[in-house]
């Protein structure tokens, strides 16, 4: 897979709300899919949906704790990203204000 194929993928990962909700609940550290589903308005198949998209973007890796599966974020570079991004959108904001 080309540098911007694995790009695209990680975008597209975090190119749903609910996916960037759960990513952001994750930057305070580990937590079970059960915690995960009190930030969701979603049921919990469709919560392991999203987590599947983003543990195969690498964004992030899981573990299993007894009968729970826990998630956290692989790396410091997603929170980099994340602020980057959100950098960028109020620089924008900036300049459309002008």
Do not use: W
């Amino acid at each position: 897979m080309s540098m911007e194929e694995r790009l695209a993928k990680v975008f597209k990962a975090l190119s749903h709300p609910i996916r960037i909700k759960i990513v952001q609940n994750l930057l305070s550290g580990e937590k079970c899919v059960c915690e995960l589903l009190q930030f969701v308005e979603f049921s919990q198949p469709n919560l392991s949906q999203h987590l599947k998209i983003l543990k195969e973007a690498g964004l992030l890796e899981h573990r299993k704790v007894g009968a729970n599966m826990h998630y956290r974020i692989k790396n410091e570079y997603v929170k980099d990203l994340l602020n980057i991004a959100e950098a960028f959108i109020l620089e924008c904001q900036k300049t459309e204000r002008v």
